[in-house]
Structure formats: structure tokens, C-alpha cells
């Protein structure tokens, strides 16, 4: 049954849809021009806007820095440098055969933001991002200034079927071969708490990089070289202050979690975000936006006690 099952949806992620132009992508149709650098050898896409404290966003996986397309406008807006970018193996940056252990994600984003001439950052990590975000603050705390935690990897998570099946052996490259836009959209839309929300022109934007051909080969590479549950054990050498933000309603890495990674930290707040799932920056920017930016300007004292207790 588990077969036929997986067979299925390999059958119903094989139909091919193009993807929109290069002209159509984010950022396109904003004032944020697309950059590229090139850190440990790979070729990164990133954008920022602003002036003043550095916050670098680091998406989840299977994401880009669409992902926070809400909110690198509200932090500048803030007076803040925001900054996001593509990691490796994701978005339009370089998708090697190799180069996604934890630790290779940790030098990459320290060598980018020596690149970008970044002394201090605040990094916000949604997901994945989160659990390479509390990794490079234990690697390198003075680069450090304070960490805000989305949904984060890091304690183990719940993917998908269709994420599992990349980790194996001999189904894993057939599995990521025949991924299409359906499957895509099906996807994000298990990370939305009210799938509704999730747009096709949200569809399109993450669509875009999966026909890359070497897309399938850094899927299956990331599942199999990362380990998402890395900071098991480890929270408690964290000494920048962090805010962890979970959506209640996460079905890839449950809220339970989340407590437990907040009790963990010697400085942290935990905050709810009431009906939302695991991509709470994304289905709820605005409760989101309103908690980071108090964190960034003022600190822990001064973030909402609860989002659960606020109203959109």
C-alpha cells in the first residue's frame, strides 16, 4: 500500500508546468534589485535595502528569499539593513553536488556576511534557517547580536511524504525527478494553517527554481547530509537573546517543540502566532512584523508577552 501510495504521487508531481520568466521573478516588480555574490564557492542571490543594524533572514527548505518578501520591506522601512538571500542549493543561487552539512551551511553564511562586510548581525531563521541560524551563533557568538527563531528546525521535524521518499536510496532520485508544480503547490500549501491563502502567484514564485536541472540532485543531497535535529542539547550555550515564534497550528514541526526549544534558552521569549501553520512569517506577517520589529528596536522586554493574545 506505502508503494502504490508513493507511486501516485510521483505519478501526480510528474506533469511539468513552465515556469514563470526570469522578467516575472522575485524581486522583480520591486525596488529591490537582485545581487550576487560568490562565498565558498558558491554563487549566491541575495537583496537588501536599508541602512543601519544588520538583520539577515534565512529561509526554510524548498524556499528562497521570496519567503520574506513581507518583511526585508517592513525592517527597512524600520531603519534597519535587511538581507536576505538564496541559500545554497535553493532559489537561484548554485546548487553543487555537495556542501549541506550543518556545518557547511554555517561557514557559507559567516563567509557571506564577511562578504557583504557584516561585523554584527540579528539573523532571523525560519525553519531550516532557523536551526543554521542558532548553529552560527554558537559557532561565532560575537557575530551575534541576537537571534529570532521561526518554526525552527533543529529538534526534529515531520515532512511530508513527498520529502521523506528524497532520503531514499533508490526511490529518492526518481522522487525528486519527477517533481512538478502540483506537488510544489501541494507542499506549500501543508505549511499554511489556512491553505486558502497560499496564491498562485505564491505558487508560481516557488515553483520557479524546481525545473532546475540540478534542483532534484541538491534536494536529495540536503536531505540526506543535514541533520535537523543538530541543536538537540545544545540551546543552552546560546547567550544572545532570541525570540522563538511558532505558528499554533504547525503540522511539520509542532508547537510542542517550539516550548521545548524556548525552555532551553537562557534568554529567550516564546511567542504564538494564533492560526498559523509552519510558515508563520509568510501566512502572518503582519502579527510577524509587529513582534520583530519590537524585538529589534527595544529587546525581549519589550515583545508581546503572547501573540495568542493579540487580534490580527
Known amino acids: 500500500m506505502r508503494g502504490r501510495c508513493a507511486l501516485l504521487l510521483l505519478l501526480g508531481g510528474a506533469c511539468r508546468a ?71 542549493g535553493f532559489g537561484f543561487s548554485d546548487k553543487p553536488a555537495h556542501g549541506y552539512a550543518n556545518a557547511d551551511y554555517t561557514r557559507l553564511l559567516l563567509a557571506f ?36 527563531l521561526a518554526d525552527a528546525a533543529g529538534f526534529g ?14 526511490l529518492g532520485s526518481v522522487a525528486t525527478s519527477l517533481r512538478g508544480r502540483s506537488s510544489t503547490a501541494g507542499i506549500l500549501r501543508s505549511t499554511y494553517a489556512d491553505a486558502a491563502k497560499v496564491t498562485e502567484a505564491d505558487i508560481d514564485q516557488y515553483y520557479a527554481p524546481v525545473p532546475d536541472p540540478d534542483y532534484g540532485r541538491a534536494l536529495r543531497a540536503i536531505m540526506r547530509q543535514f541533520r535537523f535535529d543538530d541543536l538537540v542539547g545544545r540551546l543552552g550555550a546560546l547567550a544572545a537573546p532570541t525570540l522563538v515564534v511558532w505558528g499554533s497550528a504547525d503540522r511539520w514541526i509542532p508547537l510542542a517543540i517550539g516550548r521545548r526549544m524556548s525552555g532551553e534558552l537562557p534568554r529567550a521569549a516564546f511567542l504564538i502566532v494564533p492560526r498559523a501553520g ?22 525581549l522586554p519589550h515583545v508581546p508577552a503572547n501573540l495568542a493574545l493579540s487580534r490580527p
Open 278 to 299: 509552519h510558515a508563520a512569517p509568510e501566512e502572518a506577517p503582519q502579527l510577524f512584523n509587529r513582534s520583530l520589529m519590537a524585538f529589534l528596536r527595544e529587546g
Open 113 to 148: 556576511l564577511d562578504s557583504l562586510h557584516v561585523s554584527q548581525a540579528v539573523l532571523v531563521g525560519h525553519s531550516m534557517g532557523g536551526a543554521i541560524a542558532a548553529a552560527a551563533a554558537l559557532a561565532a557568538p560575537e557575530r551575534v547580536r541576537g537571534l529570532v
Open 157 to 170: 521535524t515531520r515532512w511530508p511524504l513527498t520529502l521523506r521518499m528524497a532520503r531514499w536510496p533508490l
Open 18 to 88: 513552465a515556469p514563470i520568466p526570469p522578467g516575472f521573478r522575485y524581486p522583480a516588480g520591486t525596488d529591490l534589485p537582485a545581487k550576487y555574490v560568490t562565498v565558498d564557492g558558491s554563487r549566491i542571490r541575495y537583496v537588501e535595502a536599508g541602512t543601519g543594524p544588520a538583520v539577515v533572514f534565512i529561509h526554510g527548505l524548498g524556499a528562497s528569499l521570496y519567503a520574506w518578501r513581507h518583511t526585508v520591506p517592513a525592517a527597512a522601512a524600520a531603519g534597519f539593513r535587511a538581507i536576505a538571500f538564496d541559500n545554497r
